[in-house]
Structures are given as structure tokens and as C-alpha cells.
């Protein structure tokens, strides 16, 4: 495994869907997917190379109702901690 990237931006939504579904969650369309991630309050990418591996995000209201979704990482890097690593960057954003 190479040196992992974090960004603080919301990747592309093919990429998003890409990666989704690699980690067994459900598909999104390329258009709800857009709208999501346009609209997410704070996002956290895991990139190796130009290989989204690791993804996050926090939704919500800006008020009183924050929600983390989406959390998930390609499988072939899961047991190295980078769960984790997303999860601790999503929490420090709501502290």
C-alpha cells in the first residue's frame, strides 16, 4: 500500500458510486449522487494515487442536526485503519 492522501473535498460522483459499491453499499445514481455530495457539509476522501479508497461524510441542518454517512473503504485496503482514520476526522469536525 502507498502513502494514502486525505483530502477535504467531496470526489467526483463516479468515483463516489465506484467506491460504494466496491464496499457492498447500494448504488446511487449519477445524478442523486451529484446533488449529495454537493450538498454535504463536510466530506473526508482517502486517495491513493487517483484511487478513491476511503470515503466520508457529515449531512445536516448547520444547526442542530448533523448526520455521518456514507463511510466506507474499498476493501482491498480495509484492515489498515483507515476507517478509523475517516471516523476521527468526521468527529473532530463536529466537535
Known sequence: MEQIKIDY???EPQDYIDLRL???LSSKSWE???VGLENSLFSVSLWE???LVGFGRIIGDKGTVYQ???VVVDPAYQGNGLGKKIMNELVSYLE
Do not use: E, W
Open 9 to 11: 473535498k467531496s470526489p
Open 49 to 51: 494515487q487517483d484511487s
Open 32 to 34: 442523486g449522487a451529484k
Open 22 to 24: 466496491a464496499g457492498s
Open 68 to 70: 455521518i454517512v456514507d
